[in-house]
């Protein structure tokens, strides 16, 4: 352990910097952190590069980072369910617990969530962090560091499948084969699924995706929906039950609705254009079920015991690590679209 607390800033956008901030010390119901490891998301990467994501904009400097995994180094007052020492995972999100939403068992849409690294909260990416203790998961030592910050990623393909019902022997299309594409894949196969088919534009992620358990795959070339909604059709032998957009591409949107079955459904986990033209006659004559997800609700158990039990295996989905001093090399990695998952590891 150390006593500096090196941590990765945003100014603004383009402009990451790594300067030493003053150790949290833990609230009532908290706890203090010494962060183990920190996986690099898309979103990091975005706010880095543009400053905000939709209405979400980096106006004060912002600590970045939110796939995370701890040691507890210090308890605030009150808390007893974890104690120093203990390895945990950290849900990034904290809401209010009082509304109606988290009251009805649906936090993840409160309207006063705190999530790490979304302004104007500040995330994890630092060596110490504090914390709500009941958005810590205790994990047992079967279950690594770098797994428990992969939790983050994979909770949103359990809440994807959730949401699209993905069972014993569904028939699923999930498009876009990036580190969402494939957290969903593991998790529909892990559910069951006879026959995942993926796609993407990108050979190699493809080629991830089959050692992964994709029983197909399909590199897309056509900027005609209709077109790649019938190639996934004939690879598959008929339309998907279910389909889990995972690239935020719209003609990909697109071929995920002509792709679906009559009377399926269709997970929109990719954001990308604010808004998009959909074949909503298409999909509303055949009864087509739209639905959104938005990050994951009660999610991190079931990801942890997915990972514990064996069921799941994330691990091949981390292909670079750096050292917290590195971050911004990790960054401009990720940003070249290179590999799947980058860590950072943030202990000395
Ligand atoms: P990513 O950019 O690494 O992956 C997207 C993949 O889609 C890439 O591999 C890309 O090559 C592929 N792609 C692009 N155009 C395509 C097309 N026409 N057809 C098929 N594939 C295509 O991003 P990621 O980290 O995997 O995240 C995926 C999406 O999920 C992003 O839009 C992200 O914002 C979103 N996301 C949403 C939630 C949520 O709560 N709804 C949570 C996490 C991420
Ligand atoms: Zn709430």
Known sequence: ???????????????IKLEDKPIPEPGPGEVQLCMQQVGICGSDVHYWQHGSIGDFVVKA???????????????????????????VAIEPGVPCRTC?????????????MKFCATPPYDGNLSRFYVHAADFCFKLPDNVSFEEGALLEPLSVGVHACNRGGVTLGSRVLICGAGPIGLVNLLTARANGASE?????????????AKTLGATYTLKVT???PQEVAKQVENIMGDKAEITIECSGATPSIQTAIYATQSGGCV???GLGQADVTMPIVNASVREVDIRGIFRYVNCYPTALAMVASGK????????????????????????RGEGIKVMIKCAR
């Open 1 to 15: 352990m150390t006593d500096t607390n090196l941590t990765a800033i945003l100014y603004k956008k383009g402009d």
């Open 61 to 87: 400097p912002m600590i970045l980072g939110h796939e995370a995994s701890a040691l507890v180094s210090k308890l605030g007052e009150g808390v007893t369910t974890l104690k120093v020492g203990d390895r």
């Open 100 to 112: 109606h939403y988290c009251k009805s068992g649906r936090y993840n849409l409160c309207a006063d």
């Open 196 to 208: 995942v088919c993926i796609t993407d534009i990108d050979e190699s992620r493809l080629e991830v």
């Open 222 to 224: 056509s900027r005609d």
């Open 267 to 269: 997970v929109l986990v």
């Open 312 to 335: 799941v295996d994330v691990k091949p989905l981390i292909t670079h690590r750096f050292s917290l001093e590195d971050s911004i090399k990790a960054f401009e990695t990720t940003l």
